[in-house]
């Protein structure tokens, strides 16, 4: 491996761009590898197999490309995939993301904090783990948000539908909650939406400026940090579709 390789940023489609973001801001000299897996998406409504194995297969690929690190910028991928993941590349850098239930917890300690997550996510061994250690403190309530990963794919997240979408799932619960946490890639992507149903008293947390730290820690400890002033970035998506590309560039670029 070599300081110039790319890193890879690995999603179900176009979620993922979330926490490229906070990585390309942290690390701006690097060189950046994007692929999203729209053809396949949404991982949330599949089986926790089949998940691992799309999960490994972009594994594969990505390494093929030669890459200094993968980070898997997918909650339902690496809720599901990513001890599988480490194992069959123990020599690899790889760096998932977690839901920012300690944050919350840390920041709202007796609080309540509402975890937005795909069902494979929130059935996951690794949530549970996470719930365990923080639920003892807060009041945690779990919210399974179907919907929102197609209206982020289909580029229509700040749409009148989005805002619709959020008072339907949200909106018995907005009164109550003190932080709501975005446990998967695209929900970011709807905040104004989901603002607009919350108001501004409730915090919103992801776990995308955690995972650019770590990522950032992994490098710094290998030394393969790059000291270029400016990286590149490559965009590909298992999607034949040129408004994939689009719209990864488009929530890329977007204030």
């Known amino acids: 491996m070599d300081k110039q390789d790319y890193i890879a940023v690995f999603d179900s489609g176009v979620g993922g761009v979330s926490v490229l973001r906070e990585l390309r801001r942290l690390m701006p000299g690097e060189n950046y590898y994007y692929f999203g897996d729209s053809a396949n998406a949404p991982y949330g409504l599949k089986t926790t197999e089949q998940v691992r194995e799309l999960t490994l297969a972009a594994a594969e690929k990505l390494f093929s490309k030669g890459v200094k690190c993968l980070v898997v910028a997918c909650n339902t991928a690496t809720a599901a995939a990513i001890e599988t993941l480490r194992s069959a590349y123990p020599q690899r850098i790889i760096v998932g993301i977690e839901p920012a239930l300690k944050l919350a917890a840390d920041r709202h300690p007796h609080g309540t904090i509402g975890i937005m997550a795909t069902d494979v996510t929130l059935r996951e061994k690794k949530l549970a783990q996470l719930l365990e250690r923080y639920s003892q403190d807060c009041n945690v309530i779990r919210l399974p948000s179907p919907g929102v990963v197609e209206m982020v794919e289909s580029g229509k997240a700040d749409s009148p539908e989005a805002i619709a979408l959020m008072q339907a799932e949200l909106e018995p619960y907005a009164s109550t909650l003190d932080a709501l946490v975005l446990g998967c890639t695209h929900y970011p992507f709807m905040k104004n939406a989901i603002r607009a149903v919350v108001g501004d008293g409730v915090e919103l947390l992801d776990g995308g400026e955690g995972t650019a ?21 490559v965009v590909e998506n298992s999607s034949e579709q040129q408004q994939k590309i689009d719209l990864t560039y488009s929530l890329l670029n977007q204030k």
């Open 213 to 233: 730290k770590e990522t950032q820690r992994r490098l710094k400890d290998a030394d393969l940090l790059n000291d270029q002033q400016i990286g590149t970035l």
